[in-house]
């Protein structure tokens, strides 16, 4: 995994960027989004006028540098709209997010993004290689080094022989570990993942959340994850963000007690690790039912610990 | 970079097996076509019906004593010496074949161009789309060959008039198919040029003409046919030269064998066009091909 080109790949990279959300509301205009909202996915289509739908109300967070941050809440919370502002991909309506020292208006340099549809989000047309490689071209990366990049990032998720196939002759997890490796050799100060694995196997799932794991270390740099399971945010994250239905506010920000090193046997195995997956789970079913603050939530499970 | 090509290489380096697995199997799919059987067969498929309507004819028309339907044969015999009659730089292939090809290559080049730079343009902006679509489909309604009279009191009976006949007849369905290609793109796919801060040049190269490509050669095998038609049509009104006008000169002066001949090399222009055209797509699209079968067959 890490072999010999890991240390050429860290020494080169930027280490990660504090990324600050504050006050972040997105009000989509008057285009029905109703039901949960996630065919919408944000883009509103020109038919269907209704009610303008407040997708986030008001999102205050910060991510340190070089934190691995996850962001979980019952389906529909905005948690994609969240991502596509963090992304530069869609304005906020007013409240802004700033990456490092300048906020963000459009997607910023630095930054790398993972989405769902891993499918979608490789171009069909290029070989494995030829995708990693595209967006170090734009960033004018020497054909030397984006030789180099290509070839140790494809090897660190795996992929080191299928560089000239297409993505359609790999399987979903295959695709997924391509989009990772295309965002790792973009040497980005933050990477925002959104909901990757939820289209993939589960066991290809934890593969995938361990390669996510090892790269943060290796890189350094600041990672926010999105995701609608309540047990991988948690085996991921140093800290996870609860989020409200919609709109949208921070319910909690659980710090997650596990340590650096986690295991899918062992960490999960953990009594801290039951009693946040408990704590978190009472939060996302509170959230599901309309509960906007931590003091309106009625916990039924006693917290013994660290998040008060 | 063929599929094949690109996926052969990795055949020999060590890897997980699963990974190659997978790989070879999409391969087996979409190489399967590579056998010599396979493209024996195919060829058989493609000459056959030919061979058996040609035979027809010859048979059918052997004895026949009928004037305007004379026998094959005699067709033939003069096919060699109507268009390639000695000196060469002076048979009617050069003087009539070779100016009508240009000027279709011509009109069919500037529709291409045209057509992909305006469609790309309309079908990236809603805006421009809604402001121009009705429009380009009333210009798509009119049959181009009725472009020819009206055109020829603008541009005289020349090759200009003649090159705009075909471009503005290919350019329809070029335009409208590669606005349509554009406007399929995968939303997600756009999102991820953005993220990745792909430029404008660069997002058109690699994200907007590739991903539209299926549709604008779509458009483009339309046109071609469009624009054969149109380089006869266009010589039949007024010309010096040309394929056209050498079979209805045929016609006119009764050199009726000659005529047939002219109609029998109009198909064979066809279908060579045809078959480069075939030869340009599969070079650019051999990654739809793969990747439509790899939608369809599940997963």
Same mark, same amino acid.
């Given at each position: 995994m890490t072999g010999p080109d890991g240390s050429a790949a860290a020494s080169a990279a930027p280490s990660g960027a504090r990324l600050d959300v504050r006050g972040l509301r997105k009000v989509y205009p $008057?285009? $029905?989004?109703? /039901?949960?909202g996630r065919s919408g996915r944000g883009r509103s /289509?020109? /038919? /269907?006028?209704g009610a303008p739908v407040e997708a986030i109300s008001d999102l205050t967070f910060e991510v340190r540098p070089g934190e691995l941050v996850c962001v979980v809440g019952p389906s529909g919370a905005g948690k994609t709209t969240l991502l596509r502002c963090m992304a530069g991909l869609l304005p906020a309506t007013s409240g802004e997010v700033v990456l490092g020292e300048s906020a963000i208006t459009g997607p910023p340099e630095g930054m790398a993004v993972v989405l769902q549809e891993y499918g979608r989000s490789l171009f069909p047309w290029m070989t494995v290689a030829q995708n990693v490689e595209l967006p170090l071209k734009e960033k004018r990366v020497t054909r030397r080094r984006r030789a180099e990049l290509v070839r140790e990032t494809l090897a660190a998720v795996g992929l080191g022989d299928v560089d000239g196939a297409y993505p359609w002759q790999l399987s979903g997890g295959m695709q997924q570990r391509v989009a990772i490796a295309r965002a790792a050799a973009y040497e980005p100060r933050v990477l925002l993942m959104d909901e990757p694995f939820a289209a993939v196997d589960a066991q290809t799932r934890f593969d995938l959340e361990d390669l996510v794991r090892a790269l943060w270390k290796r890189l350094g740099i600041t990672v926010v994850f999105v995701t609608h399971d309540i047990d991988e945010a948690i085996y991921l994250g140093e800290r996870v963000l609860v989020l409200s239905a919609r709109p949208t506010v921070v319910l909690e920000d659980v710090e997650v007690g596990l340590g650096p090193d986690r295991d899918q046997l062992e960490t999960r195995g953990t009594a801290e690790f039951a009693r946040l997956r408990t704590h978190v789970y009472e939060l996302v079913q509170q959230a599901k039912q309309g509960v906007r603050s931590l003091a309106a939530a009625r916990l039924t499970h006693t917290v013994g610990g660290a998040d008060v | 970079m063929s599929g094949t090509g690109g996926t052969g290489r990795m055949s020999g380096t060590g890897g997980t097996g699963g990974v190659r697995d997978r790989v070879h199997a999409a391969e087996a799919r979409t190489g399967a076509r590579t056998g010599l059987g396979r493209v024996l067969r195919s060829v058989l498929l493609v000459v056959g019906l030919p061979a058996v309507l040609l035979t027809a004819w010859w048979v059918l028309t052997d004895g026949s004593t009928s004037y305007f339907n004379p026998p094959l044969r005699t067709i033939v015999g003069t096919f060699g010496e109507t268009w390639f009659g000695s000196p060469f730089a002076e048979s009617r292939f050069v003087q009539d074949v070779v100016p009508s090809v240009l000027r279709l290559l011509a009109g069919y080049g500037i529709a291409l161009v045209v057509g992909v730079v305006l469609g790309v343009a309309i079908g990236s902006s809603r805006a421009l789309r809604a402001y121009a679509e009705p429009v380009l489909e009333f210009f798509r309604a #009119?049959?181009?060959? #009725?472009m020819v009279p009206i055109l020829m009191l603008f541009l005289g009976i020349g090759t200009s008039m003649k090159i705009v006949v075909i471009a503005t007849g290919c350019l329809w369905p070029i335009l409208l198919n590669t606005v349509e290609g554009v406007r399929g793109l995968d939303p997600v796919l756009r999102d991820t040029a953005r993220a990745y801060r792909l430029g404008r040049a660069a997002t058109v190269r690699h994200l907007v003409l590739r991903g539209a490509s299926p549709q604008i050669v779509t458009g483009a095998r339309q046109a071609l046919s469009i624009g054969i038609i149109l380089m006869v049509i266009s010589e039949m009104f007024a010309a010096k030269d040309g394929l056209g006008f050498s079979i209805v000169q045929f016609q006119r002066s009764f050199a009726i064998p000659e005529m047939w001949s002219g109609v029998i090399l109009l198909g064979v222009v066809g279908v060579l066009l045809s078959l480069v055209f075939r030869a340009v797509t599969n070079a650019t699209l051999s990654w739809y091909l793969g990747y439509r079968q790899s939608q369809h067959g599940g997963a």
């Open positions: $008057g285009s $029905g989004r109703s /039901g949960s /289509g020109s /038919g /269907g006028a | #009119v049959p181009p060959p #009725v």
